[in-house]
């Protein structure tokens, strides 16, 4: 077997976000299962219109998961024992809208969802278009840092690169930087929403993203 070295060298991006995914939740209980849908397909429904307005299609809001469960509670009897009670059937609606990273158009969007009245679980992800672009950068970044420290070593040992045996290499997710919106905050939202519309102030960090890419060369 003929001698060689293997170094591992390090790849670091930052990006800026240029996308935002806005992630919905649309829950509610109905002791009625019939009901339960109906009202989570009003709600489905006047999220899509509200948007509409504001130039995204309908098919912009994209369904993510969907279900429905009945819900029971735990009490005591007039024997302080523990039993449980059905409460309803309790429907949750994961939903997803991509934009521009654009505050104005976010908070108009803040204010269409408030204004209908409607309180989502809902995450801003900021994040980016390309991921495949980073990967690459990425990738070049970090087998350009293992090439330098590999030519670094071998000179110091008076040795001489030759072909590249093997890389190894596995990329991670990009990470993404969330801010929660809360039923709560959307409730005071909607409680101006007829009268002003909602300012953005969001300035996301710039995302950093790091890898690693192990390469081994034959040596002479």
Sequence with gaps: MGRSIRVTG??????????????????????DYEQAMTVSATETN???????????????????SFGIEPQYESYHDEQNNWKQRFVGYRFEHHLKLEMD??????????????????????DIVHTVRDTEAAKNRLLGNAVADATEKAKVLAQAAGLILGNIITIDYTFGEIALTTQRVSPGTMKCMAAVADSAEVAMDIDPDEIEVTDTVTIEWSII
Excluded: H, Y
């Design 46 to 64: 006047t999220l899509k219109e509200s948007l509409a307005a504001l130039g995204f299609a309908k098919s912009d809001v994209k369904t993510r």
């Design 101 to 122: 990273a654009d505050n104005a158009m976010l908070g108009k969007v803040l204010s269409a969802i408030a204004a209908a009245k409607l309180q989502p679980e809902l």
């Design 10 to 31: 390090k790849g670091k991006i930052a990006l800026k976000p240029d996308m935002i995914l806005l992630n919905l939740t649309l829950s509610g209980t109905d002791r």
